[in-house]
């Protein structure tokens, strides 16, 4: 009986070791497998085999988190649409394209020479329904529209004219930090085919220079008074550093939008022109302009792109 009981202990003991080396095994190779999969496979120095792919795609929990900021970047833009008295609110526009689209003169808006200057356009070329808001001058300086624009998170695009901006310099300071683009709308709005090449120049250089040293940067995007120019224009505006003239398809007031187009609509990356105004120019302030622009845009179901973005 002492022998049998020997016996059976010793086998007992047998099978705890073998299923303790099991564990182990599996630990092991389940700890060799995990840092691969972790961080695309290569964390370990190990390439992937020929003809593989190394795996890129982020982890669950950084997906879920990056769905977690829309919804509450989504709730927020609700909110601030509600306060701001919009009936619907603003459409988010879709992500920067990674190669922007190539810009073209508009046929019919060339000059003689048009080959090698800044092209003049009014639409982007892209198939998505996303136009851009752009805001000339700088007459009226509404701190409700920073507020506004900012709590909405709609993108738009400044052009000013020295003669008026001069007047406080501060508040587009403030404008830029929050993301804003400023660029050239000459010194003094002048009508630009009246003026000499050296006229032009004076007004597109000068600007340049003031945006420079009251904004730090020289601006690329150029938009002549009135829509206004000629080859001398263009010529003149290459030579202080700009890149590109956009002008517009369609312009907003605080009642009405008026059509460049025969069909009297929005179309994919329309480029929408407005002003710096208030309630001494037009029936209405800055915000209430904002509110006919987005109910137009939003109803149609067009969401309101950065500019920049595709230039």
């Not at 496979?41 to 593989?52: I, L, R």
């Not at 004076?202 to 000629?230: A, V, W």
């Not at 302009?289 to 230039?311: N, P, S």
Request: with cysteine; hydrophobic share 35%.
């Amino acid at each position: 009986m002492q022998l049998v009981r020997q016996n059976d202990q010793y086998g007992r003991r047998r099978k705890r070791r073998k299923g303790r080396t099991r564990v182990t095994a599996a630990a092991l190779t389940a700890a060799a497998i995990a840092p691969g999969c972790a961080v695309g496979g290569e964390s370990d120095g190990v390439k992937p085999a020929p003809g593989q792919q190394r795996l890129d795609a982020p982890p669950a929990r950084a997906l879920d988190s990056y769905a977690h900021k829309l919804r509450v970047a989504q709730v927020a833009r609700a909110a601030a649409a509600k306060r701001w008295g919009l009936a619907k609110t603003p459409l988010a526009a879709p992500a920067a394209p990674a190669k922007k689209p190539r810009i073209t003169t508009r046929k019919g808006f060339e000059v003689k020479g048009q080959a090698g200057l800044p092209p003049v356009f009014t639409t982007i070329p892209t198939k998505k329904k996303i136009v851009f808001l752009t805001i000339d001058d700088g007459a009226e300086k509404d701190p409700a529209l920073l507020k506004m624009m900012t709590q909405l998170k709609i993108p738009y695009t400044a052009f000013l004219s020295d003669y008026l901006v001069k007047e406080d310099y501060g508040y587009f300071k403030k404008m830029q930090s929050r993301g804003v683009s400023l660029n050239n709308h000459t010194l003094n709005h002048r009508y630009m085919p009246g003026l000499s090449y050296a006229g032009q120049r004076r007004e597109i250089c000068g600007m340049q220079d003031t945006i420079k040293k009251r904004y730090g940067k020289r601006p690329e995007l150029f938009r002549p008074p009135y829509g206004n120019y000629n080859v001398d224009t263009l010529r003149a505006a290459k030579s202080c550093g700009i890149k590109a003239v956009p002008l517009w398809a369609s312009e907003a007031f605080v009642d009405r939008m008026e059509w460049r187009e025969w069909d009297k609509d929005l179309h994919p990356g329309d480029i929408i022109l407005t002003h710096f105004r208030g309630r001494e120019h037009w029936k209405g302030t800055m915000p209430d302009m904002i509110r006919k622009v987005m109910k137009t845009v939003t109803d149609k179901g067009y969401a309101v792109a950065r500019l920049e973005d595709y230039l």
